[in-house]
Structures are given as structure tokens and as C-alpha cells.
């Protein structure tokens, strides 16, 4: 399929990464197009694991561009650390493999600096970000007091730009957090190194996307975060700051969305979510406790532990209808084994009444009740399955189950962290 759109369908860590990386072998092209180093997309080849947070997950196969849209909130500081740490682990990564749109906002050390003193003004009302500078970017990017990564490269029109908007957050950080301000001259010259470096990246990406589309070559757009913490559709405040499906592509990307072929959900065969907000099918108890430890469910940007749950066939549906998904990807499901019965959220109820669809009518999720469903579990390790028909009667009676509850085609499971350990269902 000429051009993908693979986005996450839940809060985030539903395996995006794994999955691009595995659909990466047909493409030519693997393209970020928003969100910033808050992502934590793991990849396993062969006992090695690898986390990426700005560069795409199609890096680990030769030959593949893999490119940075301008809707990506870049951290030139975190994109050079993974550039040199993929390089010491034999990755080749250059201009030729790597590309970063001079376009994409920049996230400066006083946007991290001020994600975590505004998250702390907020106190109990925090909404758990990854302390990444992702709010405080977007926010300047809307503002239209941004910086970008053509900025860098011109060094009096960045130091320009930087004491422009500097004075303005120093007196934010002083006068509000009661925080050290940050010094121009060391700000200054911290980045202005760097510039020279990101040089042989940068390009005109959106118009090396539409060309190679146009000549026929295939694209995967990797959304990072999830649906339900998308800004306009997700759970609101509690989100991130982009649009992270394939709504976010056309901005984020400069890619025209009627070229947008195919999308693609990913979503655990379970949920899991990290930071505050309302999680309806979420389980506080031994069950919750079992699926974290039994799924590794620590976040692979913070190493803060997920809160899990049961999977939500209300708000999937949601987030499938939403992208106009044509199939979606299960992980995980090898984490299901071994429980005697497994709950599916199939409805919402709050205040007397009962929500079959996502109640996107009501202000918050908060106080929501969830309908549960149980279905038999299975005993037999699924990890070595590569076909559907291996699976055991009561896994694919689950997997069906879901499907129908969801409304949308299954076209891939995943088994295990390994690339190989799929079992496709007609992608
Ligand atoms: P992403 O942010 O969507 O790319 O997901 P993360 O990498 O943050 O989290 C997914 C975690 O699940 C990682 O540790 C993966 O290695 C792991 N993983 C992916 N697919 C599977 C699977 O099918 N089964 C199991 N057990 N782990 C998986
Ligand atoms: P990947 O791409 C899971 C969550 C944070 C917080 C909220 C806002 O690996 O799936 P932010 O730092 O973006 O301002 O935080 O969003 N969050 C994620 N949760 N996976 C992610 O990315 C996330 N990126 C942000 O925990 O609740
Ligand atoms: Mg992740």
C-alpha cells in the first residue's frame, strides 16, 4: 500500500513501535509527524532492545528513509544523544538515512524547565506529563514565538529569536516559579553548537514525501502517543499536545491527507495508561497488579509504572471510527495467558444512564463506570504461534469476540516483543 497511516488507538505504549518497525520491511519510507521525545517506541531485534524517542522506528533496516515532519517537536539535544547511541550500537545513521524538516519546532531547555515547574504549580491537578517540554513548545509554536530547526542553522537570526522569547520565560520562571532564570550567552552557545551537527539532516521533507509518493514509493507514518490522548479528541486536559492520528498527518507532515491509502490501529489486547487522567476500565487490584508485571508495563521514557486494565471495546471503537481505521493490530496478547477469565469493557454507565458509544458529549470521563464482560482464558504460551489457526480455541474465541465488539477487522496479532513474533490476519 502506497502510504500507511499506523496510529496508537489507546493512551500510548500499545506497541507502535514493534509494529512499525515489523510493516517498515515493505516500505521505503518510515515519517514522524508529531509529538517529541515523550514517545517511548521500543524496538526487539534478536535480544537487543532499543528505545526510540524522536527518530523513527523503520532506523533499524538499511536502506529505509526515515524522516521528522514538521509537526514534531524536536529536542536537538535528546535527536543527536539517540543519533550517536544508535551509531555505537553499529547503526549507521546520516543524512542519507535520517531526515529533519527545518520546519519542526524546537524544544529548548527552558520548555522542559517549565513543563515540570507548571506541572508542579498544578499540584494535585497535574496532569503526570513526561516532563519532556512537549506543552510549553506546542504552546509557542501557537503562539507563534516558536523556534525551529531552520533557526539553528543561522546563527544571529537563533540568537535573535532565542533572547526574544527568553525574556519573556525568564521572567515566567523568576516572577512565577520563583525559579533561577536561564543565562542568554550559556543558552546561546549550548545550542549554537549544535547546529553544524543537525546541518547534513535537515530538508524539505514534506516535499521529499509528496515527490516520493508520487513516484510510487511506499510511506508508513508512525503516529506516536495514542488517540485518547489526542488534544482535540483525546481526554481532555489530560493529553498531549498534537494530534497523533492520521488528522495529524497533513499538518504534521506536509503530506496531502487524500494520499492518506490505508490506516492502521494498533491497540493492546488489554489497556494500560501512564500519567493522571480518567481511565475507566482501569483495575486498581491484584488483577491490575498482575497484568503489569506479567506485560513489563513500565514506561520507556520514565520508568514510571503503567496503570493497567481491561480492554475498552467503547473507546477502541471511538478511536478506530475517528482515523477511519480500515484494520487494527492486537498486541500483547501473549500477556493475557494464564488468567482464569479475561473482562472487556463493552459499555459505559455514569449517572443512571448507559453509553454503548464513547460519551464524547460529556465533559470528563471522570466518575464513568464501566460494563464488564468475561471471557474464558487459556493456559498454552501463545509466543511461539505463527499461525492463526495454532492459536488455542479460547485465545482466537477472544480475539474474534473483540473484533466483533469493536467493529473493525483484526489484521494483525502480536505475541512477544520479537519483530517475528506476529501472526498476520490479512495485512
Ligand atoms: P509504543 O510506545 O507504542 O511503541 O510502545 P512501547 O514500546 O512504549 O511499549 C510497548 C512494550 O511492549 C515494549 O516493551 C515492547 O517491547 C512490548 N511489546 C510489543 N509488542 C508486544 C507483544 O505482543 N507482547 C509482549 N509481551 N510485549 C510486547
Ligand atoms: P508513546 O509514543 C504513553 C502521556 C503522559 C501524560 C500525557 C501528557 O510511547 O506511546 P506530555 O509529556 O506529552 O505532555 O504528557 O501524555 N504520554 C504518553 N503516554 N505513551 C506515550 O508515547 C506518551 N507520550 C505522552 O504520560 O499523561
Ligand atoms: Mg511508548
Do not use: C, M, W
Given at each position: 500500500m502506497p502510504s500507511t497511516s499506523v496510529f496508537g488507538a489507546q493512551w500510548g505504549d500499545e506497541g507502535k513501535g514493534k509494529i512499525i518497525d515489523r510493516l517498515a520491511r515493505e516500505a521505503d519510507i518510515v515519517a514522524r509527524y508529531q509529538g517529541g521525545a515523550n514517545a517511548g517506541h521500543t524496538v526487539v531485534v534478536a535480544d537487543e532492545k532499543y528505545v526510540l524517542h524522536l527518530i523513527p522506528s523503520g532506523i533499524l533496516h538499511p536502506g529505509k528513509i526515515n524522516v521528522i515532519g514538521n509537526g514534531v517537536a524536536v529536542d536537538p539535544l535528546v535527536l543527536l544523544e539517540e543519533v550517536d547511541g544508535l551509531r555505537q550500537r553499529g547503526i549507521a545513521v546520516d543524512g542519507s538515512n535520517l531526515v529533519v524538516s527545518a520546519g519542526a519546532h524546537l524544544i529548548l531547555e527552558h520548555h522542559k524547565r517549565l513543563d515540570i515547574l507548571s506541572e508542579r504549580w498544578k499540584g494535585t491537578g497535574r496532569i503526570g506529563t513526561t516532563g519532556r517540554g512537549i506543552g510549553p513548545a506546542y504552546a509557542d509554536k501557537c503562539s507563534r514565538t516558536g523556534l525551529r530547526v531552520g533557526d539553528l542553522l543561522d546563527a544571529d537570526r537563533f540568537r535573535e529569536r532565542l533572547e526574544a522569547t527568553l525574556i519573556e520565560k525568564n521572567a515566567w520562571i523568576a516572577k512565577v516559579h520563583g525559579e533561577e532564570p536561564f543565562d542568554l550567552e550559556q543558552s546561546f552557545q549550548r545550542y549554537a553548537a549544535i547546529g553544524e551537527r543537525l546541518a547534513p539532516f535537515v530538508r524539505d521533507t514534506g516535499a521529499l514525501l509528496r515527490r516520493s509518493y508520487a513516484e510510487g514509493r511506499s510511506i508508513l507514518f508512525e503516529g506516536a502517543q495514542g488517540m485518547l490522548l489526542d488534544?482535540?479528541?483525546?481526554t481532555y486536559p489530560y493529553v498531549t499536545s498534537s494530534n497523533t492520528g492520521v488528522g495529524g498527518i497533513g499538518p504534521g507532515a506536509?503530506?496531502?491527507?487524500?494520499?492518506?491509502?490505508r490506516a492502521i490501529g494498533i491497540a493492546k489486547a488489554y489497556c494500560t495508561r501512564v500519567g493522571e487522567g480518567p481511565f475507566p476500565s482501569e483495575d486498581h487490584g491484584a488483577q491490575g497488579e498482575r497484568l503489569r508485571e506479567l506485560g513489563c508495563e513500565?514506561?520507556?521514557?520514565?520508568?514510571r509504572p503503567r496503570r493497567c486494565g481491561w480492554f475498552d471495546a467503547v473507546s477502541a471503537r471511538y478511536t478506530l471510527e475517528l482515523n477511519g481505521a480500515d484494520g487494527w493490530v492486537m498486541t500483547?496478547?501473549?500477556?493475557?495467558?494464564?488468567?482464569e477469565e479475561i473482562p472487556v469493557a463493552v459499555a459505559y454507565e455514569a449517572r443512571g444512564e448507559r453509553y454503548a458509544?464513547?460519551?464524547?458529549?460529556?465533559?470528563?470521563?471522570?466518575g464513568i463506570e464501566v460494563v464488564l464482560e468475561k471471557r474464558p482464558g487459556w493456559k498454552e504460551d501463545i509466543t511461539g504461534v505463527r499461525r492463526y489457526e495454532d492459536l488455542p480455541q479460547a485465545a482466537r474465541a477472544y480475539v474474534e469476540w473483540v473484533e466483533e465488539a469493536v467493529g473493525t477487522p483484526i489484521v494483525l496479532l502480536s505475541?512477544?516483543?520479537?519483530?517475528?513474533?506476529v501472526i498476520p490476519r490479512g495485512i
Open positions: 488534544l482535540d479528541h483525546g506536509g503530506f496531502p491527507p487524500s494520499k492518506i491509502d513500565y514506561g520507556a521514557t520514565t520508568g500483547n496478547l501473549d500477556v493475557l495467558t494464564s488468567f458509544e464513547y460519551p464524547a458529549s460529556l465533559p470528563s470521563l471522570d505475541v512477544g516483543p520479537e519483530r517475528d513474533q
